[in-house]
């Protein structure tokens, strides 16, 4: 398995409160991404990270900003939480030029 | 965003039958892969594909790339209680673009 962790697991939090989340990676791996899912939308991309302080907007990225400061640590802050990103967040992580993406286990948000 | 196109949707099937699942797309794709995802945990690779028309096979799992190289077929033979889950294709339009395409995801439910 590959060495992903993603802190906390589980949050909740209250509308307008700021809110980080934080993905941890043991495999030196360049790439790193951060994914929100939700039911009927499958896997939607935020932001992704292509090098220490080299970060890119994906496809959902309103609402969301990120940071990486070491390879390792991936990031990603609401500045002022909504309830619309009330989801489940995944960490991603890829050395692969073929693009293989390892997950880690999740953080369950949920914004009151 | 570009989508692929998962099907099916559900599947709902008795332990020991077949299963097939496929992802198609109106673009085309340098790498497929697929995932696995259980209840309250992140997504785990199960098989990678780089190649038109390439069959490459886990265990009971085969999966193909497409000839034309906008889909992809995954098959579980012999089916087992622990195949219950989500599947998502996940695909790769540019190489060393580091960024994947996802699947709505088929969901498997297995009767003993």
């Known amino acids: 398995d590959a060495g992903i962790t993603q802190s906390p697991r589980h949050k909740v939090t209250e509308t307008g409160t700021p809110v980080t989340l934080r993905c941890h990676q043991t495999?030196?791996?360049?790439?790193m991404y951060w994914y929100r899912q939700d039911p009927g939308h499958g896997l939607r991309l935020i932001h992704y990270?292509?090098?220490?302080?080299?970060?890119d907007k994906g496809e959902v990225s309103d609402g969301y900003s990120v940071s990486r400061s070491k390879t390792e640590d991936f990031l990603l802050t609401l500045e002022s939480a909504t309830s619309s990103q009330t989801s489940v967040y995944f960490c991603?992580?890829?050395?692969?030029?073929?693009?293989?993406?390892?997950f880690g286990p999740g953080t369950r948000l949920t914004v009151t | 965003g570009q989508q692929l196109n998962q099907s099916p949707q559900s599947m709902f099937i008795q332990e020991g039958e077949d299963v097939s699942m496929n992802c198609t797309s109106s673009?085309?794709?340098?790498?497929w892969l697929w995932y696995k995802q259980d209840p309250g945990e992140g997504p785990v690779l199960l098989i990678a594909?780089?190649?038109?028309?390439e069959l490459t096979s886990n265990g009971r799992l085969t999966a193909q790339f497409g000839i034309t190289r906008k889909d992809s077929f995954l098959n579980i033979s012999a089916s087992i209680p622990s195949d219950v889950g989500i599947y998502f294709c996940?695909?790769?339009?540019?190489?060393?673009?580091?960024?994947?395409?996802f699947g709505q995801g088929t969901r498997l439910t297995i009767n003993p």
């Open positions: 991603a992580i890829s050395g692969a030029q073929g693009g293989e993406q390892y």
């Open positions: 495999e030196n791996h360049r790439y």
């Open positions: 990270s292509y090098g220490v302080k080299d970060t």
């Open positions: 673009s085309i794709f340098n790498t």
């Open positions: 594909l780089y190649k038109a028309g």
């Open positions: 996940a695909g790769q339009m540019i190489q060393g673009a580091q960024k994947l395409v």
